[in-house]
């Protein structure tokens, strides 16, 4: 009787322990679901927040880009610098240099100081953007093209085609400029259709290209998106200060500033440049009948 007892009324316990288990199991699966709607709703709140930010990043970011390209497209500020010697437009942001020190200027007679033959320098550091003027006697252009010293004496040299031709001239100006640069390797090269001469025939223009030495052309790709770098320079030499002394100007900065905005500024520079009449050197000239085929032959011994 006791174990039919039994067998009719389980144990209270046993029965607890599984209504508490099936309770324990429906209490998690409920969690779980209400932790899945939860994370598909907050999921669902940030794709929505996204979406309606990103267009406005989006509107931020090209406005941005839009105003710098603005700014680089803007005309440089110029402003004039007056010389005794010269008058020359040069960018208001640009540092200037007047070489007044009795050493830094340009000897009379050999035309070089502690800095070449430059009276005065004008640019831009941080962009490798220089503006420089040069002032030298015209026997030394001369003489530094093979000439004879004796061969030269004070007579009436005013015109840029008595000297030379343009074409000659204007490398012989290449040529110096490359010597006071030793420290590359490589020659400056003029633009064959830039060289022209003024009416009057005091003033030379020219452009004169360098290619610059790369330790890391992948490097420089990855920075600037090319695998070489030039430097361009304009040029302009007078005879206009009429004293037997040439007055040249470079404006010079690397290929890929010059394409932009600051390559317009540096024309207008070396474009607005006009010496002076002043000084008592004398003007030299030579006693040869064929000055450029001289010059030719200079040229080939110095190459």
């Known amino acids: ?27 998690s699966h409920s969690r779980r679901m209400m932790l899945g709607r939860a994370t598909t709703a907050a999921s669902a709140a940030a794709l929505a927040s996204l979406s309606l930010r990103a267009p406005a ?92 010293p004796e061969a030269i004496e004070e007579a009436e040299l005013n015109r840029i085609e008595k000297i030379g031709t343009p074409q000659t001239v204007a490398e012989l100006f290449a040529l110096r400029r490359d010597r006071d640069k030793s420290e590359s390797s490589n020659r400056s090269v003029v633009q064959r259709d830039s060289v022209k001469v003024s009416d009057d025939g005091k003033t030379l223009s020219f452009a004169l290209r360098v290619q610059i030495d790369v330790q890391k052309p992948e490097l420089l790709m990855e920075q600037m998106g090319v695998s070489e770098l030039y430097r361009d320079t304009l040029g302009k030499a007078t005879l206009e200060g009429d004293d037997g002394f040439i007055m040249a100007v470079f404006g010079s ?39 450029s085929h001289i010059f030719v032959c200079s040229r080939v011994s110095f190459v």
């Open 57 to 148: 990043l989006a509107a931020v970011d090209v406005t941005t880009v839009a105003q710098q390209q603005q700014q680089q497209q803007q005309p440089v500020e110029m402003k004039l610098y007056t010389d005794p010697l010269f008058t020359l437009l040069i960018p208001t942001r640009y540092y200037t240099l007047r070489r007044t020190a009795k050493g830094d200027l340009p000897n009379a007679q050999t035309g070089t100081g502690r800095r070449g033959s430059s009276i005065f320098t004008a640019g831009d550091m941080s962009k490798a953007e220089v503006i420089a003027v040069e002032r030298f006697p015209i026997r030394v252009l001369l003489e530094e093209a093979g000439v004879a």
């Open 1 to 27: 009787r006791v174990a039919e007892g039994a067998s009719k009324y389980p144990p209270a316990a046993a029965s607890g322990t599984s209504s508490s288990t099936d309770d324990i199991a429906s209490h």
């Open 253 to 291: 900065a690397l290929e890929t500033d010059f394409r932009g905005v600051d390559g317009v500024a540096l024309r207008d520079s070396v474009d607005s440049f006009r010496a002076l009449k002043g000084g008592s050197s004398g003007v030299v000239s030579l006693k040869l009948t064929c000055i």
